[in-house]
């Protein structure tokens, strides 16, 4: 079984401080994913990573950045946190069999993160 | 560019039925289904790729109208164990893909 683990599942913060979100999968897959979920907004990708080192922003990246310098860990940053940065935050993974259209993403259980 | 899916929410008696739909601005490639639990991470329920395409296993199949640029969900006699919530994701011919705004559906005895 694919398993996707993050670092943390809550975590508190304060508005400024630099926050690092870990997330590891154990199924040596190309593509790794980065969401937030909030309430009525579904699931908004923030960046997503196809190789080691490579990166293309998401829907909002705006105020977070991400690391890949291993195929199974891909961290998100934020610079210096925010209370809108305050939500829910889904890891996941894919194989890239065929890009990203045919991949079933697999997910970690998520980090709820509140920033005070 | 993010799907949009309804109903928001559901609320279902055992044994009834419902339908979820996803809708894009743009054209699809393939469609994706997936459900929450509460406090638990999605899971992959299916993939739909050419226009047209059904699918389905038990009482949960989807289908994929790619002219409509739509996708919908059929639970039919529903049980307690599919209340969650319920993402569609889409893609498009340029590879990005996009997770829906989400169904909450909850089945009550």
């Known amino acids: 079984d694919v398993k996707v683990t993050q670092s943390s599942r809550y975590l508190v913060k304060r508005t400024g401080e630099k926050v690092f979100l870990e997330c590891v999968q154990d199924m040596d897959h190309e593509n790794m994913f980065w969401y937030r979920q909030d309430p009525g907004l579904g699931l908004r990708l923030i960046y997503f990573?196809?190789?080691?080192?490579?990166?293309e922003k998401g829907d909002i990246p705006e105020g977070y950045s991400v690391s890949r310098e291993k195929k199974e860990r891909f961290s998100l940053i934020l610079e210096s946190a925010s209370t809108n940065q305050t939500s829910m935050y889904l890891c996941?993974?894919?194989?890239?069999?065929?890009?990203?259209?045919?991949?079933?993403?697999?997910f970690g259980p998520g980090t709820r993160l509140t920033v005070l | 560019q993010q799907p949009v899916q309804s109903p928001q929410a559901v609320i279902l008696r055992e044994g009834e039925d419902a339908v979820i739909n996803c809708s894009s601005s743009k054209a699809l490639y393939s469609v994706h289904w997936y459900r929450q639990k509460h406090g638990e991470a999605p899971v992959f329920l299916m993939i739909l790729l050419k226009g047209g395409e059904q699918k389905g296993h038990e009482k949960i199949s989807a289908s994929f109208n790619e002219k409509k640029q739509q996708s919908s969900l059929y639970l039919t006699a529903s049980q307690l164990s599919y209340s969650g919530t319920y993402f569609c994701?889409?893609?498009?011919?340029?590879?990005?893909?996009?997770f829906g705004t989400g169904t909450s559906l909850t089945v009550i005895p």
């Open positions: 996941a993974s894919s194989l890239n069999l065929a890009g990203v259209a045919a991949d079933t993403q697999y």
């Open positions: 990573s196809y190789d080691v080192k490579m990166k």
């Open positions: 994701g889409a893609t498009n011919t340029g590879n990005q893909f996009y």
